[in-house]
T-cell receptor, first 109, second 115 residues
Framework: GIQVEQSPPDLILQEGANSTLRCNFSDSVNNLQWFHQNPWGQLINLFYIPSGTKQNGRLSATTVATERYSLLYISSSQTTDSGVYFCALIYNQGGKLIFGQGTELSVKP | ETGVTQTPRHLVMGMTNKKSLKCEQHLGHNAMYWYKQSAKKPLELMFVYNFKEQTENNSVPSRFSPECPNSSHLFLHLHTLQPEDSALYLC??????????????FGDGTRLSIL
């Protein structure tokens, strides 16, 4: 089946620092989503990004579908950015989401 | 507010109890999903419903019984659960179609603890 790999698995940042999270996938997919899961378990949609680049405030994402990867950029990180970041691929059939293992981010004050 | 509401938010039950989780979406979507997430692991798909019909059962034990009476409501009936079933259960919805895969929107989840 399709494989989704995220890196790094863990990341510790000082408040104000920038970071890049990566998602590699093994097969062509229809679309891709990035999520932030906060410490309370809420899964928040960040981006729906089949290709190209999108920006939302301090966050931006780029997907290069032909090369099978996506990047999530966090600039000027804040403590509220802490949590786990998942990328998930929408598989061709039936909208099934395949999740990566996640990157656990901790932003220190 | 994601447009997907799950109740209850927390549930503690014994192994012999019967309970149900409820999910309601106000987004006009035609597909709904149940996911299980154990202890900081990735979400695992359990069930998919398209237009009230179950289209995916990811080898889920029969002690979990889904019900989808209409496109806006999804239930997960629980009975005779095991301690390893303790997890966060997340519901999602999307607009699904043969050629269109739209983003999934998630509820806040039900945190289930089995005693």
């Amino acid at each position: 089946g399709i494989q989704v790999e995220q890196s790094p698995p863990d990341l510790i940042l000082q408040e104000g620092a920038n970071s890049t999270l990566r998602c590699n996938f093994s097969d062509s997919v229809n679309n891709l989503q990035w999520f932030h899961q906060n410490p309370w378990g809420q899964l928040i949609n960040l981006f729906y990004i089949p290709s190209g680049t999108k920006q939302n405030g301090r966050l931006s994402a780029t997907t290069v579908a032909t090369e099978r990867y996506s990047l999530l950029y966090i600039s000027s990180s804040q403590t509220t950015d802490s949590g786990v970041y998942f990328c998930a691929l929408i598989y061709n059939q039936g909208g099934k989401l395949i999740f990566g293992q996640g990157t656990e981010l901790s932003v220190k004050p | 507010e994601t447009g997907v509401t799950q109740t209850p938010r927390h549930l503690v039950m014994g192994m012999t109890n019967k309970k149900s989780l409820k999910c309601e979406q106000h987004l006009g979507h035609n597909a709904m999903y149940w996911y299980k997430q154990s202890a900081k692991k990735p979400l695992e798909l359990m069930f998919v419903y398209n237009f009230k019909e179950q289209t995916e059962n990811n080898s889920v034990p029969s002690r979990f019984s889904p019900e989808c009476p209409n496109s806006s409501h999804l239930f997960l009936h629980l009975h005779t659960l095991q301690p390893e079933d303790s997890a966060l259960y997340l519901c999602a919805s999307s607009q699904s179609g043969a050629r269109v895969n739209q983003p999934q929107h998630f509820g806040d989840g039900t945190r289930l603890s089995i005693l």
